[in-house]
């Protein structure tokens, strides 16, 4: 799988663009980012049971509706097998919106700089080096294997 690589401190600070992150499965939720501000969802529960999986979308199309937004970007989980992916990929024909999927603990680590960021994605600049350490589990790897916790730099 060919990495897509993602210009975080560009893409934040468009606030032309609109994006719908979906997550992982098992703690599902989304985030939409549209003119630089984060609505960030409740959790829904582990997506792989379906009523949590029929409310999670439920509950993307009526935030969207609510707020007349149409997705430019969909963001999912890399691995290819993930309801929330599968999901995504529909979405994103439907929008004709960008599709872009994210290494797992790569996710948590961006999640974790833009916790700290807010919408100031231009305080981290392209010289700017950092460590990010995930250690929550598993995800799907770029070599399309499963890796326990991550050090990124």
């Given amino acids: 799988m060919k990495e897509k690589p993602v210009k975080t401190n560009k893409l934040a600070n468009d606030k032309t663009k609109t994006i719908l992150a979906l997550g992982a499965e098992s703690a599902g939720n989304f985030c939409v980012y549209n003119k630089g501000e984060f609505y960030h969802s409740p959790d829904f529960g582990d997506l792989l049971d379906g009523a949590n999986f029929e409310n999670f979308q439920k509950e993307v199309f009526a935030h969207l509706k609510k707020n007349k937004l149409k997705p430019n970007i969909i963001l999912t989980d890399l691995h ?67 890796w326990g916790g991550e050090v990124f730099s």
Avoid: M, R
């Avoid at 700017?128 to 770029?142: L, V």
């Fill in 80 to 146: 290819p097998d993930f309801k929330t992916t599968l999901w995504g990929k529909e979405l994103a024909k439907k929008y004709k919106a960008e599709f872009i999927q994210i290494q797992h603990h790569l996710a948590h680590i961006f999640s974790a700089v833009g916790e700290h960021l807010g919408t100031n994605w231009d305080a981290l600049l392209p010289s700017d080096d950092f460590i990010g350490i995930a250690c929550d589990g598993t995800g799907y790897g770029f070599d399309e294997n499963i």
